[in-house]
């Protein structure tokens, strides 16, 4: 009897109270199912974001070396700079100073005509030294397509509203034309030259002679070419006397690069006239030993006194 009262003693609670009533079990089961939702909420949301997380870095990295890469590479800048627009007009504070027109769609490496468009009076521009250069934005390529001391207005006109220019240049992509007066920066204008194209220059006759280049203008004795082979050839030319006094030299470019090579130079000791007498009913003449190094087609560059002119391509067997 004594050991059941001591049973019953023991099973109940030791505390006065009841301190287990149902508000804290309710209490308890609630904070339970809480925590248990929170776990299984914190991982579902880690094993959603985490495989998120690393593809978001890895195109980062991936993006990010490209990007590294690409500025590297020769095709971003030419996808770069034919991007921009061209900007045939000129402005000083508000004003017009320059303007440009064309003959029609320029090309590459094709003779074209320009018409500079000047505004303000002829006495801003008379007795200076007006330098026309045109930059490659590409590859940085500087050509002078002008430089004369103005003396008198265009025909027709009392300022210089056409000034006309016929020039070529050696690479597509936009050029920025720079000019100057007695080496001060006047204004710029830039222009979107087309890809060039590369058929073989056709033959002309003079005299007896047939000629690889352009009647009047400028052309050579086309003994043919052979990758690596130094060959003589006889360049012949058309103009007046201040077109053609001065250095020659001949540079190449292959189809395909933006590279330019060089060719030819005349001795600096006769650069003053570098260029012979006539010959074969041509103006002047002169002989010269040419080797181009591929096989391809490529574009000759004949410069006289720094000026480019027309130039003539040929293939490289």
Not at 30 to 45: H, V
Not at 74 to 91: L, V
Request: proline letters at 5%; zero cysteines; hydrophobic letters at 40%.
């Amino acid at each position: 009897m004594k050991e059941e009262n001591l049973a019953k003693r023991l099973a109940q609670s030791p505390f006065s109270d009841s301190h287990f009533t149902p508000q804290l079990k309710n209490k308890i089961l609630t904070r339970t199912s809480t925590t248990s939702n929170n776990r299984k909420f914190t991982s579902i949301t880690v094993a959603t974001l985490l495989p998120v997380a690393i593809v978001l870095f890895s195109f980062f990295i991936f993006a990010k070396r490209d990007s590294l890469q690409t500025i590297d590479d020769p095709s971003y800048f030419k996808m770069a700079t034919a991007s921009m627009s061209e900007q045939k007009q000129y402005y000083k504070n508000g004003q017009l100073l320059i303007s440009l027109s064309t003959q029609h769609e320029v090309r590459a490496g094709e003779m074209s005509g320009y018409i500079f468009h000047f505004e303000e009076p002829f006495e801003n521009f008379f007795g200076k030294l007006m330098t026309i250069q045109a930059v490659n934005l590409r590859s940085g390529l500087v050509e002078t397509v002008s430089s004369e001391v103005i003396q008198e207005p265009s025909i027709g006109y009392l300022g210089l509203e056409r000034y006309a220019l016929r020039f070529a240049l050696p690479l597509d992509g936009i050029w920025r034309f720079e000019v100057k007066l007695d080496d001060k920066l006047y204004g710029k204008l830039m222009i979107n030259m087309q890809s060039p194209s590369w058929e073989i220059t056709p033959m002309f006759q003079s005299d007896v002679y047939w000629l690889r280049g352009f009647e009047k203008q400028v052309g050579f004795i086309d003994a043919g070419f052979k990758a690596g082979m130094v060959q003589k050839y006889i360049w012949h030319f058309w103009g007046t006397e201040e077109k053609l006094n001065g250095p020659f030299e001949v540079k190449a470019i292959k189809e395909g690069s933006d590279s330019l090579i060089n060719v030819y130079a005349s001795n600096p000791l006769s650069s003053a006239n570098a260029l012979g007498g006539p010959l074969n009913g041509a103006d002047r003449a002169l002989p010269t030993s040419m080797m181009l190094p591929e096989v391809g087609r490529w574009r000759l560059l004949p410069y006289v006194h720094g000026r480019l002119l027309d130039p003539i391509v040929v293939e490289v067997k």
